[in-house]
């Protein structure tokens, strides 16, 4: 018999980190995607859950997060549509570098990912497109505007067809960098 004093406090917590509206799969109406983390003294899990209040339709993921899968530095390579589903944890102080463009910015220049947080390759992408944008308007000297224009709409194009292969580095000083979840596992340390 297990009285509840014996039950042993294991730390348990769970942290709700975004909530999205998407279409429902089966009926197409709204549906919400809910990405929530589960703690415990043993064990971290990335719980996905898709739920349609239209039709009832629900649909669970669990991801174990080992701690051995933390990186300090993690390179994604994106050239097909669904590495741009590819999710990943960023911790807060991380920058984000596309070599093939130059492109390099610390986070806390993204306005979407200012803490650490729970991303998307394609959000990513749209969010350094947006930034990257302003500065090509702010139009430093020495910038080429032209350049720096063709970069925000290369960058745009790839969040939704990543026809032309890139790279998404992304670097943080403490560690801590995870990938949640993987469709085709083409990430590796760097
Ligand atoms: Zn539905």
């Not at 509840?4 to 279409?23: A, M, P």
């Not at 984000?96 to 990513?124: H, Q």
Request: proline share 4%.
């Amino acid at each position: 018999m297990v009285s509840s004093s014996d039950r042993i406090d294991i730390g348990e917590r769970v942290y709700i980190l975004s909530t999205q509206k998407i279409g429902c799969p089966v009926c197409g109406n709204e549906a919400s995607l809910i990405i929530s983390e589960y703690r415990s003294l043993y064990e971290t899990l990335i719980i996905i859950t898709l739920r349609c209040s239209n039709c009832e339709y629900k649909k669970a993921e669990v991801i174990p997060i080992i701690e051995e899968d933390e990186y300090k530095c993690t390179e994604v390579k994106v050239e097909n549509v669904e590495d741009l589903k590819t999710l990943l944890f960023i911790p807060p102080g991380s920058s984000i570098e596309i070599p093939e463009f130059e492109v390099k910015l610390e986070l806390a220049e993204l306005s979407d990912i200012v803490m650490g947080n729970y991303v998307t390759v394609d959000g990513i992408l749209l969010d350094i497109a947006d930034n990257l944008e302003k500065v090509c308007i702010e139009a430093e000297q020495g910038l080429d505007i032209e350049k720096c224009v063709n970069i925000v709409n290369t960058l745009r194009r790839s969040a939704e067809n990543p026809s032309t292969p890139i790279t998404v580095r992304v670097i943080s000083s403490v560690g801590n960098i995870r990938i949640v979840r993987s469709y085709r596992n083409n990430f590796k340390k760097c």
